[in-house]
Protein backbone atom coordinates (compact mmCIF):
# COMPACT_ATOMS: atom_id res chain seq x y z
CA UNK A 1 0.00 0.00 0.00
CA UNK A 2 0.94 3.86 -0.28
CA UNK A 3 0.42 6.16 2.09
CA UNK A 4 0.07 10.08 1.01
CA UNK A 5 0.91 13.07 3.08
CA UNK A 6 -0.31 16.27 2.14
CA UNK A 7 0.50 19.17 2.78
CA UNK A 8 0.67 23.18 1.58
CA UNK A 9 -2.79 24.34 1.31
CA UNK A 10 -4.77 27.37 2.68
CA UNK A 11 -6.03 30.95 2.09
CA UNK A 12 -4.91 32.99 -0.99
CA UNK A 13 -5.76 36.22 -2.34
CA UNK A 14 -6.50 36.76 -5.91
CA UNK A 15 -2.61 36.67 -7.77
CA UNK A 16 -1.06 35.07 -5.09
CA UNK A 17 0.66 31.81 -4.97
CA UNK A 18 0.93 28.34 -3.15
CA UNK A 19 2.74 25.17 -2.73
CA UNK A 20 1.59 21.47 -2.03
CA UNK A 21 3.61 19.12 -0.69
CA UNK A 22 2.70 15.18 -1.25
CA UNK A 23 5.44 12.45 0.49
CA UNK A 24 4.38 8.71 -0.41
CA UNK A 25 5.79 5.90 2.38
CA UNK A 26 4.39 2.85 2.44
CA UNK A 27 5.89 -0.66 1.02
CA UNK A 28 5.83 -0.34 -2.56
CA UNK A 29 8.53 -0.75 -4.70
CA UNK A 30 8.34 2.11 -7.15
CA UNK A 31 6.48 4.90 -7.80
CA UNK A 32 5.18 5.04 -11.21
CA UNK A 33 3.87 8.54 -11.55
CA UNK A 34 1.91 11.05 -8.76
CA UNK A 35 0.00 14.22 -9.50
CA UNK A 36 -3.15 15.90 -8.00
CA UNK A 37 -6.47 16.46 -9.20
CA UNK A 38 -9.00 19.26 -7.58
CA UNK A 39 -13.14 18.90 -6.91
CA UNK A 40 -14.74 22.26 -6.58
CA UNK A 41 -18.08 22.40 -4.77
CA UNK A 42 -20.87 20.84 -7.15
CA UNK A 43 -18.53 19.92 -9.73
CA UNK A 44 -16.60 16.71 -11.11
CA UNK A 45 -12.77 15.74 -9.97
CA UNK A 46 -10.20 17.20 -12.96
CA UNK A 47 -6.90 16.19 -13.22
CA UNK A 48 -4.90 19.42 -12.68
CA UNK A 49 -1.13 17.93 -13.17
CA UNK A 50 0.81 14.66 -12.95
CA UNK A 51 4.56 13.72 -13.31
CA UNK A 52 6.02 11.28 -14.12
CA UNK A 53 9.31 12.22 -14.68
CA UNK A 54 11.19 15.69 -14.65
CA UNK A 55 10.46 15.39 -18.81
CA UNK A 56 7.01 13.97 -18.92
CA UNK A 57 4.84 16.19 -17.01
CA UNK A 58 0.89 16.93 -18.06
CA UNK A 59 -1.38 19.69 -17.20
CA UNK A 60 -4.75 20.77 -17.31
CA UNK A 61 -5.50 23.84 -19.84
CA UNK A 62 -6.82 25.60 -17.19
CA UNK A 63 -3.47 25.64 -14.96
CA UNK A 64 -0.80 25.72 -17.69
CA UNK A 65 2.09 28.31 -17.53
CA UNK A 66 0.67 28.86 -14.30
CA UNK A 67 1.47 25.47 -12.12
CA UNK A 68 4.48 23.56 -11.74
CA UNK A 69 4.89 20.34 -10.75
CA UNK A 70 8.35 18.44 -9.65
CA UNK A 71 9.65 15.51 -8.02
CA UNK A 72 11.91 14.65 -5.55
CA UNK A 73 12.48 10.47 -6.25
CA UNK A 74 15.02 10.43 -3.33
CA UNK A 75 12.07 11.44 -1.18
CA UNK A 76 9.70 10.16 -2.77
CA UNK A 77 7.76 13.94 -2.66
CA UNK A 78 5.84 15.57 -5.83
CA UNK A 79 5.52 19.34 -5.19
CA UNK A 80 2.49 21.88 -7.27
CA UNK A 81 3.74 25.55 -7.22
CA UNK A 82 0.68 27.52 -7.98
CA UNK A 83 1.24 31.22 -8.87
CA UNK A 84 -1.13 33.70 -10.00
CA UNK A 85 -3.96 31.92 -8.33
CA UNK A 86 -7.25 33.35 -9.26
CA UNK A 87 -11.09 32.39 -7.54
CA UNK A 88 -11.53 29.31 -9.91
CA UNK A 89 -8.59 27.80 -8.39
CA UNK A 90 -10.66 27.45 -5.56
CA UNK A 91 -10.94 23.94 -4.56
CA UNK A 92 -10.30 20.78 -2.41
CA UNK A 93 -6.55 19.12 -3.84
CA UNK A 94 -6.20 15.90 -3.48
CA UNK A 95 -2.72 13.72 -4.18
CA UNK A 96 -2.23 10.56 -6.07
CA UNK A 97 0.56 8.43 -6.39
CA UNK A 98 0.32 5.01 -8.74
CA UNK A 99 2.98 2.46 -7.30
CA UNK A 100 4.52 -0.69 -8.06
CA UNK A 101 3.79 -3.49 -5.33
CA UNK A 102 6.47 -5.80 -4.08
CA UNK A 103 4.22 -8.49 -5.99
CA UNK A 104 4.61 -6.39 -9.41
CA UNK A 105 1.09 -5.53 -9.07
CA UNK A 106 -0.27 -1.48 -9.37
CA UNK A 107 -1.82 -0.21 -7.02
CA UNK A 108 -2.95 3.89 -6.73
CA UNK A 109 -3.11 5.50 -3.40
CA UNK A 110 -5.21 9.13 -2.49
CA UNK A 111 -4.36 11.66 -0.03
CA UNK A 112 -6.57 12.86 2.56
CA UNK A 113 -7.52 16.66 0.32
CA UNK A 114 -5.94 20.13 1.34
CA UNK A 115 -8.55 22.84 0.33
CA UNK A 116 -7.02 26.06 -1.82
CA UNK A 117 -9.17 28.98 -1.36
CA UNK A 118 -8.42 31.91 -3.20
CA UNK A 119 -9.90 34.77 -2.09
CA UNK A 120 -9.79 38.57 -1.31
Known amino acids: QVYLAESGGGLVQPGGSLRLSCAAT????????MGWYRQAPEKQRELVAS???????NYANSVKGRFTISRDSAKNTAYLQMNSLGPEDTAVYYC??????????????WGQGTQVTVSS
Open 51 to 57: IISDDDT
Open 96 to 109: YAGVRLPGGYNYSG
Open 26 to 33: GDFSAINS
